[in-house]
C-alpha cells in the first residue's frame, strides 16, 4: 500500500520565554492511501501540533515529514503554499468561513487563492455540493446555516482543489450529537467512496471508530496504535 505521510525522527520544541519545551519527540509514523486515521489525546499532548506538521501549517524542529515521498521540510515558502493548496485540504473545528460570503464563494476561495478560474469549477463544485447534501444551499452565507451545516461547507471547501489528503482538527469539537454523526458519517463515505486519505484530531473515541486506525499520543509521544 502507497505511504501518504510519512514522518522520521520528528520533533518539536517552542520556546516559552527564554525555556525550550519539546512538545513533539520523536514521532515515527506512516500513514498509506486511503487510511482513515484518528490521532488522540489529552490537551497538552501535542495531537495539533503534528496535525500542523503534518499538512505543512508548521515547521518541525527536527525530522523529516514526506507526503507522497517529498520532504515538506525542505521543500521554499512558495512550493509548501502549493502543496498546501492542491495536495492537502483543510478542516477545523470553528469552520473558518468567511461569513459574508455565500457558501458557494467559500468553497470556491481556494481556486481563487490557487489563481484559477472559477468557471472551470463548476461542475467539480455542482458534485462537491450533491456530496455534502448542500446543494440547496449555495446562495446562503454562513449566519444562515447551522453548525454542522458550516462544517460541511468547510468540508466541500476542503474538497474543492481534489486533494489527495484531507487533515481535520477536532472536525466536530463544536457540534452537537446529531450533527456529529452527519459530519462523521459523511467523513466516512468521502474516505471510502473518493480514496481520501483522512487523518483527524479528536478527544472522543465516538468519532475515532468511523476511521479504520487510532493513534494514541501523550506527552508528545506515540504511546499506542490500534
Do not use: C
Request: net charge neutral; hydrophobic share 35%; no cysteine.
Amino acid at each position: 500500500m502507497e505511504p501518504m505521510i510519512e514522518t522520521q525522527g520528528l520533533y518539536k520544541t517552542f520556546m516559552l520565554g527564554t525555556v525550550p519545551v519539546e512538545v513533539l519527540k520523536d514521532i515515527n509514523l506512516t500513514i498509506h492511501r486511503g487510511d482513515f486515521t484518528t490521532i488522540m489525546g489529552p490537551s497538552g499532548s501535542g495531537k495539533s501540533t503534528l496535525l500542523y506538521l503534518l499538512g505543512g501549517l508548521d515547521r518541525p524542529s527536527q525530522g523529516a515529514i514526506r507526503i507522497r515521498g517529498r520532504d515538506i521540510a525542505r521543500m521554499n515558502d512558495g512550493e509548501a503554499s502549493i502543496m498546501r493548496r492542491r495536495d492537502v485540504g483543510f478542516i477545523f473545528q470553528f469552520y473558518n468561513l468567511v461569513p459574508n460570503l455565500s457558501l458557494e464563494d467559500n468553497v470556491l476561495l481556494p481556486v481563487l487563492l490557487d489563481g484559477r478560474k472559477v468557471r472551470e469549477y463548476k461542475s467539480r463544485l455542482d458534485e462537491i455540493l450533491e456530496v455534502v447534501g448542500l446543494s440547496d444551499r449555495r446562495g446562503h452565507t454562513p449566519r444562515e446555516l447551522s453548525g454542522g451545516q458550516q462544517q460541511r461547507v468547510a468540508i466541500a471547501r476542503a474538497l474543492i482543489n481534489d486533494p489527495d489528503i484531507i487533515l481535520a482538527d477536532e472536525p466536530t469539537g463544536n457540534l452537537d450529537s446529531m450533527a456529529t454523526k452527519e459530519v462523521m458519517e459523511l467523513l466516512a463515505r468521502i474516505n471510502g467512496n473518493h480514496g481520501k486519505t483522512i487523518v483527524q484530531v479528536s478527544h472522543s473515541r465516538e468519532t475515532a471508530v468511523y476511521g479504520n486506525r487510532i493513534i494514541q499520543v501523550n506527552d508528545g509521544k506515540v504511546w499506542d496504535e490500534q
